[in-house]
């Protein structure tokens, strides 16, 4: 019965991924208007993910020479991949979809099968356990699903395709719950591994990528409102790590 609790929690996670949905409802031109402001949230879900989940709980798992070395290793990892979508997508420094958008989903869905195997691991202890570890984790989903959603578009995606495309990498979550569930108490060291890696992913794409694209902005209105997005991205993944811890 535990497991079909886990399986069922996984799913519900990896629906979150769909909230972009509601953009649906935005007409074209709006949708455009804000979408540096989704960018700027982005960036700094994606770095509050960095600092304030993903490396605090590597340290959990390992010594922390060996996490910030992983760490590094995901950066360079990213950098390198970015390069080589860049080569295979853009041409004559015109991109149709840029290859941050690749990057994130790689990233996102790395990041959503540790998810899986923490709630596999954790209803398999216990379902209260289970159903505290699964809210935590849906806090913190929310803000960085809607800012990857805003990655995809923004990178040239049409909404639809990054509704999908996001929905697949949030499934990752399903298949680390059977992972989790079926080895709790053997995945802690690929937990490890893969926390410090996604982080070095996140930092690479919202330091490379996504904050290059806020200063840019000329306007002084808009750019100050895409600092401030990326700051309550900053905000609400500092607010989510609060009621984790409490």
Not at 28 to 36: C, D, G, P, S, Y
Not at 90 to 116: R, S
């Amino acid at each position: 019965m535990n497991f079909y609790w886990a399986v069922g929690a996984s799913i519900v996670v990896s629906a979150i991924s769909l909230i972009g949905i509601f953009s649906l409802l935005l007409n074209e031109r709006f949708m455009n208007k804000i979408l540096i402001f989704m960018v700027g949230f982005a960036a700094g879900a994606l770095i509050g993910a960095a600092f304030l989940h993903l490396i605090p709980e590597a340290l959990e798992h390992s010594e922390s020479d060996h996490v910030f070395l992983i760490v590094l290793l995901g950066f360079i990892m990213f950098f390198v991949l970015e390069r080589y979508f860049h080569w295979r997508h853009c041409h004559e420094d015109h991109c149709d979809i840029h290859a941050f958008t690749y990057l994130n989903l790689i990233g996102d869905g790395v990041h959503n099968f540790i998810d899986g195997l923490v709630i596999g691991a954790s209803f398999f202890i216990d379902v209260r356990l289970g159903i505290v570890t699964t809210t935590s984790i849906v806090l913190h989903e929310i803000p960085q699903e809607i800012g990857d959603f805003g990655i995809l578009v923004y990178g040239g995606f049409g909404k639809w395709k990054a509704l999908c495309y996001n929905f697949l990498s949030a499934v990752t979550a399903v298949f680390g719950t059977v992972i989790g569930y079926y080895y709790s108490g053997r995945t802690e060291h690929l937990a490890g591994f893969l926390l410090p890696f996604a982080a070095g992913g996140f930092i690479y794409i919202a330091g490379s990528d996504l904050i290059p694209e806020l200063h840019k902005q000329k306007d002084l209105r808009a750019a100050t409102l895409s600092v401030l997005f990326f700051l309550l991205g900053l905000l609400l993944m500092f607010a989510t790590r609060w009621c984790h811890n409490h």
